[in-house]
C-alpha cells in the first residue's frame, strides 16, 4: 500500500530544534516533489518547505534561515530540520509528496497522518 509515514514529532522548548522524517513505502513507483505543510489549531493547512527534482527548494517566508528540508532518494525519505522553534511555528505537520504508484499512471498527492509540534517551555 502506498503509504508515508512520519516521525519526529514530540514537545521541545523555544529556541530548540527538532527534525522530522517522512519515509515514502516501496509501493511508490516514483516520487517527484516532496514537501511538508503544517496546520495550527483554527487556522488552514500552509506549506512550510518543499524540495523538487534537482533538489529545489522552497520555504514560506516564516520559516526561511530556520527550517531546512533535504530528502535522501535511496531511502525514499523527506526531512525537515526545524531550528530556533518558537510558539508560532506550534502545529500537526504533514508530509505531502506528488507521486506514482504505476508507470502509466498520472502523478498525484498522497499526504501523511502527521505529527505533532509543540513548542512550549
Known amino acids: 500500500q502506498a503509504q508515508l509515514v512520519e516521525s519526529g514529532g514530540g514537545l521541545v522548548q523555544p529556541g530548540g530544534s527538532l527534525r522530522l522524517s517522512c519515509s515514502a513505502s516501496?509501493?511508490?513507483?516514483?516520487?517527484?516533489?516532496m514537501a511538508w505543510y503544517r496546520q495550527a489549531p483554527g487556522k488552514q493547512r500552509e506549506l512550510v518547505a518543499t524540495?523538487?527534482?534537482?533538489?529545489?527548494?522552497d520555504y514560506a517566508d516564516s520559516v526561511k534561515g530556520r527550517f531546512t528540508i533535504s530528502r535522501d532518494n535511496a531511502k525514499r525519505t523527506v526531512y525537515l530540520q526545524m531550528d530556533s522553534l518558537n510558539s508560532e511555528d506550534q502545529a500537526v505537520y504533514y508530509c505531502?509528496?506528488?507521486?506514482?504508484?504505476?508507470?502509466?499512471?498520472?502523478?498525484?498527492?498522497?499526504w501523511g497522518q502527521g505529527t505533532q509540534v509543540t513548542v512550549s517551555s
Open positions: 524540495m523538487a527534482p534537482g533538489d529545489i527548494t
Open positions: 505531502n509528496v506528488v507521486a506514482k504508484v504505476r508507470h502509466f499512471d498520472s502523478a498525484r498527492v498522497y
Open positions: 516501496r509501493s511508490f513507483y516514483s516520487i517527484s516533489t
